[in-house]
Nanobody, 121 residues
């Protein structure tokens, strides 16, 4: 069984910074994409940032230049450094991973339970 556990959320003032972490554990054979999504009240969940195993990244336009995604492949962990936070960044942030649990298995998507990020003045 695979688990994704997020940490690092909380409240921060406008312009501040937070760093989210997500560790994948369990029966993992191979880990491909890891990423962060967010969902604000009344909105659909949307991709914030994604990173491939080789380090290629992609970001939501509104966070480019402010957020940085990184990963530690040895520890199956992904990070999201969030700087210059704005009120519109307030949301529940979910960790996402695409992985295989066996050599002949399929690539499946797993989710964390989410961590709340609240930005206000």
């Amino acid at each position: 069984q695979v688990q994704l556990v997020e940490s690092g959320g909380g409240w921060v003032q406008t312009g501040g910074s937070l760093r989210l972490s997500c560790a994948a554990s369990g029966s993992i054979f191979s880990l491909s994409l890891m990423g962060w999504y967010r969902q604000a009240p009344g909105e659909q969940r949307k991709l914030v940032a994604v990173i491939a195993s080789g380090g290629t990244t992609n970001y939501l336009d509104s966070v480019k230049g402010r957020f940085t995604i990184s990963r530690d492949n040895a520890k199956n962990t992904v990070f999201l450094q969030m700087n210059s936070l704005k009120s519109e960044d307030t949301a529940v942030y979910y960790c996402n991973a695409v992985l295989k649990i066996s050599p002949g298995g399929t690539w499946d998507t797993y989710w964390g339970r989410g961590t709340q990020v609240t930005v206000s003045s």
